[in-house]
């Protein structure tokens, strides 16, 4: 008899606006035990340093989570000209350091170089492994990471204002994998200069922005509320929230049941591919995918709720 998990069995997401200096993974263990969710992850590590959208899934929500790992991401970052540092923003120990301060007619045409599909090389302080080891803990250890250059995508940066000459605050609409600390870095090097980030807020992660989003401190009260955390529940946005951008289809009892064993169903249109969502009564049962061998619609991802 296996052993009965701890918490509740909840499910959904929380679209949390992380506050400074405190981690990812801090965040999720708080958020779980906040809810006394059995189980919780999120989707897309964010800085300590960041603030902002850090979505975080409860129970079977964890099954979406790889599909919010690769949503759009908006940023909005201040950047320091005048220094690099060690860790590509404030609180890295200073490498170098320059005089000059680009004017913002240069900064706006510079960032023309840093949109479409770009190559980027990672902050040595990252959490991408060299040889099996987190970069970060080598940077931290005095070694030289080398870490390799990679293609990511940034759709498009805005140039917010201008408060003075050390700054320059930006707006970056990206895909997964864009280091905001690296492109701030980037940026002062073909300026002619240093440059780190100062701030970092991120604003969006796929379907989840600021609008629907909710600190520690007012989850902590809600939490307080009532002993049956009806108060909490009712924040926790629907599974499917993650996986808005792919289509849906209704079953009926019986393909339900055979979905629910794991078996593959026919499909009622031709034109459907890739993956889609499969509900039954109105609310989520699997995410599936067509398979273009036999042409059925085969289960990947089956919610228990």
Not at 118 to 142: E, H, N, T
Not at 284 to 305: Q, W
Request: proline residues 6%; charged residues 25%; aromatic residues 4%.
């Amino acid at each position: 008899m296996g052993r009965r998990k701890k918490g509740r069995a909840i499910s959904g997401w929380v679209n949390l606006d992380k506050p400074l200096e405190l981690g990812s993974t801090p965040a999720v263990s708080q958020i779980r035990r906040l809810f006394d969710a059995q189980k919780a992850g999120h989707a897309g590590t964010l800085d300590p340093l960041a603030t902002g959208i850090l979505p975080i899934a409860l129970g079977e929500a964890t099954k979406t989570v790889s599909f919010m790992q690769d949503a759009a991401k908006t940023y909005e970052v201040l950047v320091v000209f005048g220094a690099a540092t060690s860790t590509d923003d404030r609180e890295g120990a200073v490498l170098a350091t320059s005089e000059l301060r680009p004017e913002t007619p240069d900064i706006a045409a510079a960032l023309a170089q840093f949109t479409g599909e770009i190559s980027q090389i990672p902050p040595q302080f990252s959490a991408l492994k060299k040889d099996g080891k987190r970069a970060y803990d080598l940077a931290r250890a005095g070694e030289a990471v080398a870490l390799q250059a990679r293609a990511v995508r940034i759709d498009a940066i805005t140039l917010l204002e201008r408060p003075d000459k050390d700054h320059v605050r930006l707006k970056i609409d990206c895909g997964k994998g864009v280091y905001i600390r690296a492109l701030a870095r980037d940026l002062g090097t073909v300026l002619g200069g240093f440059a780190h980030v100062g701030a970092l807020r991120r604003t969006r992660v796929g379907p989840f922005d600021e609008k629907s989003a909710l600190g520690l401190e007012k989850l902590t009260a809600l939490g307080h509320i009532a002993p049956d955390l009806a108060a909490l529940d009712a924040c926790l946005l629907p599974l499917e929230t993650a996986l808005d951008d792919i289509p849906a289809l209704a079953l009926d009892d019986d393909t339900a049941s055979r979905i629910k064993q794991g078996q593959a169903i026919s499909p009622p249109d031709p034109k459907i591919s890739g993956h889609v969502l499969l509900t039954h009564c109105g609310q989520a049962l699997a995410i599936a995918a067509m398979d273009e061998e036999d042409g059925l619609i085969k289960p990947r991802r089956v919610f228990n709720l």
